[in-house]
Nanobody, 113 residues
Framework: QVQLVESGGGLVQPGGSLRLSCVYS????????MAWYRQAPGKQRELVAI???????RYVDSVKGRFTASRDNAKKTVYLQMDSLKPEDTAVYYC???????WGQGTQVTVSS
């Protein structure tokens, strides 16, 4: 059974940092591209970052230069380092296995003073 468990969300002031983690249950998932999505209240879920099985990364323009996706296959974990956070980054962040129906439960990120 595939499980994705996110953690690391919270309340942070503008300009602050958070690191999200997503632990997955099956070792074979190291062969898959993983992604982070987010959904703000009243908005559609949007792609934030992709990290490929070969450690390539792509980002939505709004987070380029501020967010960094990475993965540690030995720990079966993907990360999203978020720096210089802005109020518009407030959302529930989800971990996702690309080209699958598997999603984590989400972790809330709130950027506010």
């Amino acid at each position: 059974q595939v499980q994705l468990v996110e953690s690391g969300g919270g309340l942070v002031q503008p300009g602050g940092s958070l690191r999200l983690s997503c632990v997955y249950s099956l070792s074979r998932l190291i062969l898959y591209d993983m992604a982070w999505y987010r959904q703000a209240p009243g908005k559609q879920r949007e792609l934030v970052a992709i990290i490929t099985s070969g450690d390539g990364t792509r980002y939505v323009d709004s987070v380029k230069g501020r967010f960094t996706a990475s993965r540690d296959n030995a720990k079966k974990t993907v990360y999203l380092q978020m720096d210089s956070l802005k109020p518009e980054d407030t959302a529930v962040y989800y971990c996702h296995i690309e080209q699958s129906n598997y999603w984590g439960q989400g972790t809330q990120v709130t950027v506010s003073s």
